[in-house]
């Protein structure tokens, strides 16, 4: 009896100890109250941050982390037909300012058509499939992350050039062949960080060639347009804005549609789920436009449809880089702001 009351004994020590361990610190620069410094402890080890007490910069990215914190609990939506989901994401301890260089200014780009032109078809014995999804055929390059420079435009046509020659060309797996970014987009425009248009950059492709990943490798500034040896994957490039029944079947038969959308500050911690916020230019959190690439469709088990779309802020966001956005009812003006659709053709 007394051997079993030494050896409950010594248990309760060992979990009254294993508690103090865990127990909660203090931020030294007192900002963050100890849950929240508790959690940027974690963010800091997870997403690899440099963050000395007592330094202004860390200073200031403990503000942002307490400032967006406040926000993510308001951007839960409860939604159990979409199963949204919102999270600290590598973006929070970044400042409004930090975000909006990863978005393009909308004031420069053109205006988004007032509706949905053509909508889905309902449902027939020869409608699309009801999901699909790229991926699986072994044609889509890893996510590619373009930091701090707004070039999102250059990585969505890239995405869907490289994916679509892929398809064509029947390059699998190892084989894929993957598109230089900085070259796309040093030889699109002068100052490629500022933003820009995925037609745009598709166009460029088709008539002056896309240099592989491997020859001219990504660095997120502006650099002179390079002199070296380009493929010349594009055939044709399709605009399909509005018509939500040819992007449709497009994706399911041929290849994947680059498209532009208003983004909303939440969409920055977007974790899973169908994302539905209806950002608009006068939304109180609105930041600027964004452009990825689609790569597939499905519906949820609540009966919402939506688009699976590939992203280019690397595989930390989201689901592991990609997210669903709701299909069909032009969410964040998803539909009728620009979908571009590139043809590949057979090369080398």
């Given at each position: 009896?007394?051997r079993?009351?030494?050896?409950?004994?010594?248990?309760?020590?060992?979990?009254?100890?294993?508690?103090?361990?865990?127990?909660?610190?203090?931020?030294k620069?007192?900002?963050?109250?100890?849950?929240?410094?508790?959690?940027?402890e974690?963010?800091?080890g997870?997403?690899k941050r440099?963050?000395?007490?007592?330094?202004?910069?860390?200073?200031q990215?403990?503000r942002?982390?307490?400032?967006?914190?406040?926000?993510?609990?308001?951007?839960?939506?409860?939604n159990?037909d979409t199963k949204?989901?919102?999270?600290?994401t590598?973006?929070?301890d970044?400042?409004t300012a930090?975000?909006k260089?990863?978005?393009?200014?909308?004031?420069?780009?053109?205006?988004?058509?007032?509706?949905?032109?053509?909508?889905?078809p309902k449902?027939?014995?020869?409608?699309?499939?009801?999901?699909?999804?790229?991926?699986?055929?072994?044609?889509?390059?890893?996510?590619k992350?373009?930091?701090?420079?707004?070039?999102?435009?250059a990585?969505a046509a890239?995405?869907?050039?490289?994916?679509?020659?892929?398809i064509?060309n029947?390059?699998?797996?190892?084989?894929q062949?993957s598109y230089?970014?900085?070259?796309?987009m040093?030889?699109?425009?002068?100052?490629?960080c500022n933003?820009?248009?995925?037609?745009?950059a598709l166009?460029?492709?088709?008539?002056?060639?896309?240099?592989?990943?491997a020859t001219?490798?990504?660095?997120?500034?502006?650099?002179?347009?390079?002199?070296?040896?380009?493929?010349m994957p594009?055939?044709?490039?399709?605009?399909?804005?509005g018509?939500v029944?040819?992007?449709?079947?497009f994706?399911?038969?041929t290849?994947?549609?680059?498209?532009a959308f208003y983004?909303?500050?939440?969409?920055?911690?977007?974790?899973?789920?169908?994302?539905?916020?209806?950002?608009?230019?006068?939304s109180?959190?609105?930041?600027?436009?964004?452009?990825?690439t689609?790569?597939g469709?499905?519906?949820?088990s609540?009966g919402?449809?939506?688009?699976l779309v590939k992203?280019?802020?690397?595989?930390?966001?989201?689901?592991a880089?990609y997210?669903?956005?709701?299909?069909?009812?032009?969410?964040?003006?998803?539909e009728?702001?620009?979908?571009?659709?590139?043809?590949?053709?057979v090369?080398a």
């Open positions: 009896m007394n079993l009351v030494v050896l409950l004994l010594l248990g309760l020590t060992g979990l009254a100890i294993a508690k103090i361990g865990r127990v909660k610190k203090a931020d620069d007192g900002i963050l109250d100890e849950e929240d410094n508790d959690k940027f974690t963010f800091k997870r997403f440099n963050c000395t007490d007592g330094a202004d910069a860390c200073k990215r403990k942002n982390f307490a400032n967006n914190l406040k926000r993510i609990k308001k951007f839960q939506k409860n159990t949204e989901e919102f999270g600290v590598e973006f929070a970044w400042s930090d975000l260089k990863l978005v393009i200014n909308p004031d420069k780009m053109p205006a988004p058509l007032d509706s949905i032109v053509v909508p889905e449902r027939s014995k020869r409608a699309t499939a009801t999901a699909f999804d790229w991926r699986t055929k072994g044609v889509v390059t890893p996510v992350n373009q930091g701090q420079c707004g070039c999102c435009w990585f890239s995405a869907a050039v490289e994916t679509a020659s892929n064509i029947k390059r699998y797996n190892a084989s062949r230089s970014e900085q070259q796309i040093t030889c699109t425009q002068s100052s490629p933003g820009g248009w995925p037609a745009t166009n460029s492709i088709k008539t002056k060639g896309a240099a592989r990943t001219v490798p990504y660095t997120g500034k502006e650099t002179a347009c390079p002199s070296v040896a380009v493929d594009v055939n044709t490039v399709v605009d399909m804005t018509n029944a040819s992007a449709l079947s994706v399911g038969t290849g994947p549609i680059t498209a983004v909303c500050e939440d969409f920055y911690y977007y974790t899973s789920g169908i994302y539905s916020t209806n950002c608009t230019t006068s109180a959190n609105f930041l600027g436009g964004h452009a990825v689609i790569m469709y499905g519906t949820n609540a919402v449809n939506y688009w992203n280019s802020w690397g595989t930390n966001w989201g689901m880089g997210f669903q956005i709701k299909r069909g009812t032009d969410t964040c003006k998803f009728t702001w620009g979908l571009s659709a590139p043809t590949a053709k090369i």
